[in-house]
């Protein structure tokens, strides 16, 4: 009995990790908002408050904390989709890429905010991907299928979602003429 006891709590415990094992972002669409590049006083205006004690490399705390700062002013919005629900919406990511030693961690001790920072801000929103999504890796093989590019099927159902206003308020190619 107690054997079965614990192989249940120990497959309960893999069902729970693998239900909320979704990517931030999942289903929706991931927009680049910002290219950033930052000298030093850009990186200590945008920290707030001190390092905390046990910290094993403070510059890099900085730095991270500073970008993460400054991405949370971004987020927010995210949109709505006819019902349409994504995880992480609305959310910005810091995506560091320069200088090698920020983003390689070569060591503790070797980046320094006197180097600055370049990184860009990724934005996840509700709107889902207008086409079929394809795996680069399949459509680039020499004897790849041949991939056109179509709309979802159902991209036209969005009309039951939303309701369709014409902005500029004058009579479109299928529709008649108002008259005067």
């Not at 207008?130 to 004897?143: G, L, Q, S």
């Not at 969005?158 to 529709?175: A, C, L, Q, S, T």
């Amino acid at each position: 009995m107690k054997k079965k006891l614990i192989a249940l709590a120990v497959t309960a415990t893999f069902i729970t990790g693998v239900a909320e094992a979704l990517p931030w972002c999942h289903r929706g669409t991931i927009v680049q908002i910002a290219d950033v590049s930052w000298s030093e006083a850009n990186i200590l205006a945008n920290f707030l408050g001190t390092v905390p004690t046990g910290v094993y490399d403070p510059e890099h705390y900085i730095t991270h904390t500073a970008t993460n700062n400054y991405a949370n002013t971004c987020a927010g919005g995210g949109g709505g989709f006819g019902g349409y629900r994504v995880p992480g919406s609305g959310q910005v990511v810091v995506e560091a890429y320069a200088p090698y030693s920020y983003t390689n961690m070569i060591g503790p001790g070797n980046y320094f905010t006197s180097q600055g920072v370049q990184f860009k801000l990724k934005k996840c929103y509700t709107i889902p991907p207008m086409t079929i999504v394809h795996n680069y890796a399949e459509i680039n093989k020499p004897d790849g299928p041949v991939i056109s590019v179509k709309p979802f099927k159902e991209l036209m159902n969005i009309r039951k979602y939303w309701d369709i206003v014409d902005p500029d308020d004058d009579y479109d190619k299928n529709e008649k003429p108002p008259i005067r």
